[in-house]
């Protein structure tokens, strides 16, 4: 972990109508955290409601309204303060009550004052975590790799999600151009631009964040690893041009695919050129094997590497060392990797948030280590 980098600390967290919690004020006090309980106890739900300060809909990808506990009302509010060498900042994010048929609008503060997106608490915190849900991710279709990169990318630049989402709405743009029967060529050359432009934009930061990320694994590659490196690789051809080409030679050379794919994109009923098509393909490092044909043990302990190296990448690139949530993440693994893993999460320098059922799982954890007890709605002090 880059030592200069700030570390800031999770000091209180409170929640009001958030999912299983009809209010709760919770102060820590350590940089590494347990939550332990049995499963549907609400020890996800705590993660997810850190996970909110983040770009993005959080850990679950839920929309916003099904975050509000079930007879609330359709609002709720999360707040949390940094600890005092981190300026004891105050930052805030919730939805207000609506009437029927009125979708949620998100409200984000920081010290009390509105903020326009969570974007914002990026300057004061930056999050990584990993889920159960992404255990199958080597397996599992392009789609959710191609997330999985976005989220590494947004975790180092806030403004990556900003832009994925105008590029979303410009290929719908183009999509619906291309189903007329004679297209306004004007509109089309001017929403074609734009997807260039966004696309272009979207390659180049996935291509600088995956490099780096490659550069940080590449310096522990030791094969005797509990956690392997493993081998990250852009599949998708604006990526593998702006990793050599001038940023203006590669959106004339998209705009021209582009151009020439209109009939055949009209007939697919969709954009089919682009980085919405990218993959991202990762081979088990000391091996040289697809991560994709390795058991289910080295899958995970090749995720677990990915996430402390994304660690280290977020604190070297931002300057902020990232709040870290790791979801049900011990369950698996044997007392040899627990170990190793809490040494690593020690030796990050973040502040560290994670689930387990069992409270044995933890048993390896330093003496400066939190380990609470979740029970629905409440939180306590002890195993």
């Given at each position: ?10 000091a ?8 299983s ?19 549907g ?5 705590l ?16 929309d916003l309204?099904?975050m ?9 509010a999360?707040?949390?303060?940094l600890?005092?060498?981190s ?9 207000e009550?609506r009437?029927p048929?009125?979708g ?7 010290d ?22 992404l ?19 947004l ?13 979303e ?6 999509n619906?151009l291309?189903e007329?029967d ?16 966004l ?16 550069v940080l ?13 493993a081998a ?6 604006i990526?593998?041009?702006?990793a050599?080409?001038?940023?203006l ?5 998209y705009?021209r695919?582009?151009?020439?794919g ?10 089919l ?15 040289d094997?697809p991560?994709s ?8 302990a ?8 994304h660690?280290r990448?977020v ?5 902020i ?12 693994l ?15 320098g973040?502040?560290?948030w ?9 048993g390896?954890?330093?003496?400066t ?11 306590s002090?002890?195993?």
């Amino acid at each position: 972990m880059d030592m200069s980098a700030a570390r800031p600390r999770v000091a209180r967290l409170m929640l009001q109508q958030f999912r299983s919690y009809p209010g709760l004020d919770l102060a820590i006090d350590a940089p590494l955290v347990a939550l332990t309980g049995e499963n549907g106890a609400g020890k996800t739900n705590l993660l997810e409601a850190l996970s909110l300060f983040s770009p993005g809909r959080g850990l679950r990808r839920a929309d916003l309204a099904d975050m509000s506990r079930i007879g609330s009302g359709g609002g709720f509010a999360v707040s949390l303060t940094l600890d005092e060498p981190s300026g004891g900042t105050r930052l805030g994010t919730g939805i207000e009550p609506r009437g029927p048929g009125e979708g949620a609008q998100r409200r984000c503060r920081i010290d009390g004052e509105p903020v326009p997106t969570p974007a914002a608490f990026a300057d004061r915190l930056r999050l990584v975590w990993l889920t159960p849900a992404l255990d199958g991710l080597f397996a599992g279709s392009p789609g959710d790799r191609r997330r999985f990169l976005d989220r590494l990318v947004l975790a180092v630049d806030a403004g990556h999600g900003a832009r994925a989402n105008a590029f979303e709405r410009a290929l719908r743009s183009r999509n619906r151009l291309l189903e007329e029967d004679r297209p306004n060529a004007a509109w089309l050359d001017a929403v074609e631009r734009e997807v260039a432009e966004l696309g272009v934009a979207i390659a180049s930061a996935r291509r600088e964040a995956a490099d780096r990320l490659a550069v940080l694994t590449a310096e522990r590659n030791e094969a005797s690893t509990p956690f392997p490196w493993a081998a990250l690789t852009l599949d998708g051809e604006i990526e593998a041009m702006v990793a050599d080409r001038p940023a203006l030679d590669v959106e004339d050379h998209y705009r021209r695919l582009l151009r020439d794919g209109r009939a055949r994109d009209r007939a697919a009923g969709r954009t089919l050129a682009g980085p919405q098509t990218t993959d991202l393909a990762v081979r088990h490092g000391p091996k040289d094997t697809p991560a994709s044909l390795c058991s289910t043990g080295e899958q995970k302990a090749l995720l677990i590497g990915i996430v402390l190296a994304h660690a280290r990448l977020v604190a070297a690139m931002s300057g902020i060392a990232p709040l870290v949530l790791l979801d049900e993440i011990a369950a698996h693994l044997d007392p040899r990797r627990r170990q190793a893993l809490y040494d690593a999460l020690a030796a990050l320098g973040s502040q560290v948030w994670m689930t387990g059922a069992d409270p044995a799982l933890f048993g390896e954890l330093p003496a400066t280590a939190a380990i609470l007890r979740v029970t629905p709605g409440r939180v306590s002090s002890g195993a």
